[in-house]
């Protein structure tokens, strides 16, 4: 089974829609965003490898590439059962990396959308700990979303934002230049800020979804000194109330706010997203990891707002 990436949503721009794959883990409901998934596969046989994460099974080798497959039933309930013959893996590809993890079943895909998808309170999700990026009602079924991009993260820290990175470009200007940024990640949005922090920026709104920032960008929309309160946009893809894509849309549709440049930074960024965000205005796309181009692509685009519009 192999996605389709020619039909339905992708094609689509700033719907506000997702599409779920749902899949089962010890008789649970589990959903990742379909953009993830580059295909599903009968479970194979793995080889170990020492030393590795107790929810890393080791790796497998389909065609010409070598995959690491996760364990999702021992990760999410450190449960030792043994492995189904009818298990599947699920390949996905995010952040530049292909991953596998194993599930017991896959259960369909439903198109819903981000409004309908809640974020956890916090009686469930244990602020950084959470891996549920969101409950969605999928037919008769509640489904957790969960946060692929931190459970790797977890288990490969080396495969995220490097902080480091930022200190590798050595001493650097301060900059007061607002800047507004849509994160739902508690984990990845903290990362984000103490990224641009050592990097010298001072003015960072952070909002945790795509329609708080739109509701702050409306708040401000008429206002005569609006280009002295934003300066630039920063947006993920994926959030619930409102996407990365529907913000950039709602942005560049605006006659005041399309002047400000946006930038989609995305573990989903690929050539068919990138069209996709080309297609709704998008000033910029980078893909997750990439803190310190992130940067260099913000002193850019800062640079030229400034000198076209800072004196409007």
Same mark, same amino acid.
């Not at 599409?19 to 295909?39: P, R, S």
């Not at 080798?61 to 996760?70: C, Q, S």
């Not at 999700?125 to 969960?146: F, M, P, R, W, Y």
């Not at 849509?182 to 795509?210: P, Q, W, Y």
């Given at each position: 089974?192999?996605?389709?990436?020619?039909?339905?949503?992708?094609?689509?721009?700033?719907?506000?829609?997702?599409?779920?794959?749902?899949?089962?883990?010890?008789?649970?409901?589990?959903?990742?965003?379909?953009?993830?998934?580059?295909?599903?596969?009968?479970?194979?046989?793995?080889?170990?490898?020492?030393?590795?994460?107790?929810?890393?099974?080791?790796?497998?080798?389909?065609?010409?590439?070598?995959?690491?497959?996760?364990?999702?039933?021992?990760?999410?309930?450190?449960?030792?059962?043994?492995?189904?013959?009818?298990?599947?893996?699920?390949?996905?590809?995010?952040?530049?990396?292909?991953?596998?993890?194993?599930?017991?079943?896959?259960?369909?895909?439903?198109?819903?959308?981000?409004?309908?998808?809640?974020? %956890?309170?916090? @009686? /469930?999700?244990?602020? *950084?700990?959470?891996?549920?990026?969101?409950?969605?009602? &999928?037919?008769?079924?509640? $489904?957790?979303?969960?946060?692929?991009?931190?459970?790797?993260?977890?288990?490969? %820290?080396?495969? @995220? /934002?490097?902080?480091? *990175?930022?200190?590798?470009?050595?001493?650097?200007?301060? &900059?007061?230049?607002?800047? $507004?940024?849509?994160?739902?990640?508690?984990?990845?949005?903290?990362?984000?800020?103490?990224?641009?922090?050592?990097?010298?920026?001072?003015?960072?709104?952070?909002?945790?979804?795509?329609?708080?920032?739109?509701?702050?960008?409306?708040?401000?929309?008429?206002?005569?000194?609006?280009?002295?309160?934003?300066?630039?946009?920063?947006?993920?893809?994926?959030?619930?109330?409102?996407?990365?894509?529907?913000?950039?849309?709602?942005?560049?549709?605006?006659?005041?706010?399309?002047?400000?440049?946006?930038?989609?930074?995305?573990?989903?960024?690929?050539?068919?997203?990138?069209?996709?965000?080309?297609?709704?205005?998008?000033?910029?796309?980078?893909?997750?990891?990439?803190?310190?181009?992130?940067?260099?692509?913000?002193?850019?685009?800062?640079?030229?707002?400034?000198?076209?519009?800072?004196?409007?």
């Amino acid at each position: 089974m192999v996605k389709n990436e020619k039909e339905g949503i992708l094609l689509e721009s700033g719907t506000n829609e997702i599409e779920v794959m749902k899949f089962t883990v010890l008789g649970e409901f589990y959903g990742i965003n379909v953009a993830k998934v580059q295909e599903i596969i009968m479970s194979e046989k793995v080889k170990p490898m020492p030393h590795a994460n107790p929810a890393v099974e080791g790796i497998f080798k389909p065609r010409d590439e070598l995959i690491t497959v996760i364990n999702l039933a021992k990760y999410l309930t450190g449960d030792d059962r043994e492995n189904g013959p009818r298990d599947l893996f699920i390949v996905t590809n995010f952040n530049k990396m292909t991953v596998a993890f194993r599930v017991d079943s896959i259960e369909g895909i439903s198109r819903i959308s981000w409004k309908d998808i809640q974020k %956890p309170d916090k @009686t /469930i999700a244990n602020g *950084d700990d959470s891996v549920a990026t969101g409950i969605a009602q &999928c037919g008769k079924e509640l $489904v957790i979303i969960l946060d692929f991009e931190k459970i790797v993260a977890e288990i490969a %820290p080396e495969t @995220t /934002i490097q902080v480091t *990175d930022v200190d590798k470009m050595g001493d650097r200007p301060i &900059c007061n230049s607002p800047i $507004v940024i849509a994160e739902d990640s508690i984990l990845l949005s903290k990362m984000i800020d103490d990224s641009l922090e050592r990097a010298g920026f001072t003015n960072v709104k952070n909002f945790s979804n795509g329609q708080e920032a739109w509701d702050y960008l409306s708040q401000i929309h008429n206002d005569s000194d609006l280009y002295d309160k934003v300066n630039l946009v920063i947006t993920d893809i994926e959030m619930p109330e409102m996407d990365g894509h529907r913000l950039t849309k709602l942005i560049k549709d605006d006659e005041h706010l399309k002047k400000i440049p946006v930038i989609i930074f995305s573990s989903l960024i690929n050539e068919q997203m990138r069209q996709k965000g080309k297609e709704l205005g998008a000033d910029e796309q980078l893909s997750k990891p990439e803190i310190g181009h992130l940067i260099t692509v913000m002193d850019e685009l800062l640079a030229r707002f400034k000198k076209q519009y800072s004196q409007q």
